[in-house]
C-alpha cells in the first residue's frame, strides 16, 4: 500500500547559526605537552588545530552565541521558540539541563527546554526528535543546538585524545513546511561498546567523592582509538547506504554528505565505502577537531553559502555509546 504524502506537513531548516571560541590549540602546542608531532597528528587525522574554550566559561556560552548568530543572520525571533533540544555530553552541571540555562541567559519564557546525551551521534538524535515534533502539528518552531566544551575532559597531556577534540556549538531552527525538510533518519545504539569511549566520572556510578576508587583517572575522557575507528567507519556507511536504500535513493542522489568530524581518515573511508562522488563531503575537521555534538551543525554552518535550496543532505555520526546514524533532509533555505 502507498502512503499519500500529499498532506505531509515536513520539519525544514531554516536558519543556521555557529560558535567556534576565539583561543586555538595548535599541534605545535601539543608537542609541547606531550610525546607528538605535527607531522604524525595531520598524518593520521587532518587535524591542525582546534578551539578551546576560556575556563570560566560552559557549553551554555557557546551555544547563546551559536543561537545569536542564527538570529542575527536570519532575522529570527526569539519569542517564536516552542520547544530547544540540547544535544551536549558537557552539560554546564548535571542538573538542570543546559537546555534550560540557554533559554533563561536568551529570555525565552515560551519553550520547554531539555538535554539529549548521545555524545558524537547527539545532533543528529536531536534533530529526528525535534523534526518529529514539527511533524505532528504541536510545535512550530524548534530549536535544536549541538554543543560541547569537551576540552574540560581532555586531558592535555594524554596523547590518544588531546590531539582530536575541540570545543564549538552550531544551531539550526526547525519549523514546518509543505514543499520539504527532514526526510528520513536511521538512528541506532549498542550499549556494549560503552568500555570503548567515554568518560566515567561525574556520574551516579563514580561520583566525584567516591572514596574507594581513584577518580582523578576517570574524570578524563578515554577511548580505544582503533576500535572506536572501526567501528566508525563501518556503522556510518551501513546507516548511509540504508537510509538512502529504504527512501529508494542512492548515493548520486545525495548533493552533500555531511559526517561527523572524528578523523579525516574516517571521513575518507566512509566517503569510499558509500562511493560518494568527490567534491561532496564536507569538512572542517582540519581547524576545528572534533567538537563532538557540534560538528554538524558547524560543518553546514560554515556551508551555508554552497549547499543550494532543494539540495539533498546527508548526514551522518558515530560516537560513544556506541551511538551512530544517518539522516536525510532537503535543504529549504
Ligand atoms: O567521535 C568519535 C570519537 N573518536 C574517534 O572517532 C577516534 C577514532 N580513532 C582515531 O582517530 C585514531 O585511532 C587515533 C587518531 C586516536 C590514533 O591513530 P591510529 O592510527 O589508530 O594510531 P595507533 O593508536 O594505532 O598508533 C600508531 C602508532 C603507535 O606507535 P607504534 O606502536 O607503531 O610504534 C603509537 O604509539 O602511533 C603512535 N601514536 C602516536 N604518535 C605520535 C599514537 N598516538 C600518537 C600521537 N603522536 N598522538
Known amino acids: 500500500m502507498s502512503v499519500d504524502l500529499s498532506n505531509k506537513v ?129 510545535y512550530k518552531n524548534v530549536l535544536i543546538v549541538g554543543a560541547d566544551n569537551i576540552s574540560t575532559y581532555v586531558d592535555i597531556h594524554d596523547r590518544s585524545t588531546n590531539i582530536l577534540f575541540g570545543d564549538g556549538a552550531g544551531v539550526v531552527w526547525l519549523e514546518p513546511s509543505k514543499e520539504g525538510g527532514v526526510i528520513d533518519a536511521l538512528l541506532q545504539s549498542n550499549g556494549s561498546g560503552r568500555d570503548f569511549l567515554n568518560i566515567e566520572a561525574g556520574g551516579s556510578l563514580y561520583p566525584l567523592d567516591r572514596p574507594d576508587v581513584d577518580i582523578t583517572d576517570k574524570m578524563y575522557l578515554k577511548q580505544d582509538g582503533k576500535t572506536v575507528f572501526k567501528h566508525a567507519v563501518q556503522s556510518m556507511s551501513d546507516a548511509c547506504l540504508n537510509v538512502l536504500k529504504r527512501n529508494n535513493l542512492t548515493v548520486d542522489d545525495v548533493n552533500w554528505l555531511v559526517p561527523h568530524q572524528a578523523n579525516q581518515r574516517i571521513i575518507d573511508a566512509v566517503g569510499r565505502s558509500i562511493n560518494i562522488a568527490e567534491g561532496k563531503t564536507l569538512s572542517n575537521i582540519e581547524y576545528l577537531g572534533n567538537t563532538i555534538a557540534a560538528t554538524i551543525p558547524l560543518c553546514i554552518w560554515e556551508n551555508l553559502k554552497q549547499i543550494k535550496t532543494g539540495d539533498l543532505v546527508m548526514l551522518t555520526a558515530f560516537g560513544a555509546g556506541f551511538s551512530w546514524g544517518a539522516s536525510l533532509f532537503r535543504w529549504m533555505i
Open 10 to 138: 515536513f520539519a525544514a531548516i531554516t536558519a543556521v547559526g555557529g560558535y567556534i571560541p576565539q583561543n586555538k590549540r595548535t599541534n605545535f602546542d601539543l608537542e609541547q605537552v606531550c610525546d607528538t608531532s605535527d607531522e604524525w597528528i595531520i598524518k593520521r587525522t587532518g587535524i591542525k588545530e582546534r578551539r578551546i574554550l576560556e575556563e570560566e566559561l560552559a557549553t551554555s556560552d557557546m551555544a547563546v552565541r551559536a543561537i545569536q548568530d542564527l538570529v542575527s543572520q536570519f532575522g529570527k525571533n526569539l519569542q517564536d521558540v516552542d520547544a530547544i533540544l540540547v544535544a551536549t555530553s558537557t552539560p554546564d552541571m548535571p542538573m538542570p539541563a543546559t537546555a534550560n540555562i540557554i533559554a533563561d541567559k536568551l529570555n525565552i519564557k515560551t519553550a520547554w527546554a531539555f538535554d539529549i546525551n548521545a555524545a558524537c551521534s547527539g545532533f543528529l538524535y536531536a534533530l529526528d526528535m525535534g523534526a518529529s515534533l514539527v511533524e505532528t502539528g504541536r
